[in-house]
């Protein structure tokens, strides 16, 4: 199982800008797509964005596109998620999540978790 670990998060004003980082280590031998989801208070988790292994292939939430952007490292065990004019609505829990393929992450299909960091948006 992959050990994910985030950060990145905290508090910024709308049309602000924070970039979150995901690293992955434990059993890193295989490949496997990275991604992240959020959770507001009260509300489901919900998909944000992934990317393949390779970097060649990634998905966006319609809520986010355009304005968030995933990338990978070289290394290929750290994910970043770039957020660009954030709104209120974007106040969440990001949690990191790694799966298969970004297709298997994009439907939910995790193996491994990460604990999650705020991301608080003021109006």
């Known amino acids: 199982q992959v050990l994910l670990v985030e950060a990145g998060g905290g508090l910024v004003q709308a049309g602000g800008s924070l970039r979150l980082s995901c690293t992955a280590s434990g059993h890193t031998f295989s490949t496997y797509a990275m991604g992240w989801f959020r959770q507001a208070p009260g509300k489901e988790r919900d998909f944000v964005a992934v990317?393949?292994?390779?970097?060649?292939?990634?998905y966006y939430a319609d809520s986010v596109k355009g304005r968030f952007t995933i990338s990978r490292g070289i290394a290929k065990n750290t994910v970043y998620l770039q957020m660009n004019s954030l709104k209120p609505e974007d106040t969440a829990v990001y949690f990191c999540a790694a799966g298969s393929s970004a297709r298997t992450v994009q439907s939910g299909g995790i193996t491994s978790w990460g604990q999650g960091t705020q991301v608080t948006v003021s109006s």
């Open positions: 990317i393949s292994w390779s970097g060649e292939i990634t």
